[in-house]
């Protein structure tokens, strides 16, 4: 199943003294990749009762990248959890399959009220079995 591709463009202030994407602009793509996966293809909504809050994140830079370059995320699942999700994404050059960079996220869904891991909601489940072909344990 192939993996769905949130562009990312990149603006003249992401590159950095050095000339290129400064490492923070790949954290924002990922977090925006997911979130608005995570809105559109499974209904969540930021200001409902229940949130999904980034945990742990990581990434590996593999190429330089810098504007006016368009990039795009992979986004796919490592793992799901009771309460949490692990993304998996690489980031690529639009159009391109070889990731510049490689990261993940991990999320924990909790109750908005009390801050409580609650488990991943079901619209969640269905969706990233459905459209990522996560297995869903």
Known sequence: MPRPRHPFALRWN???QYGHVNNTVYYQAM?????????REAGLDPA??????????SCEF????SYPDDLEVLVGVARVGTTSITWDLPIVRAGDDEPLAHGRFTH???????QRPVPVPTAIRAAVEEHLGAPVG
């Open 31 to 39: 977090d925006t990749a997911v979130n608005t996966w995570m809105i």
């Open 62 to 65: 593999r190429a330089p990248a």
């Open 108 to 114: 924990v869904f909790v109750d908005a009220a009390t």
């Open 48 to 57: 409902g009762d229940v949130r999904g809050y980034c945990v742990a994140s």
């Open 14 to 16: 992401d590159n950095d």
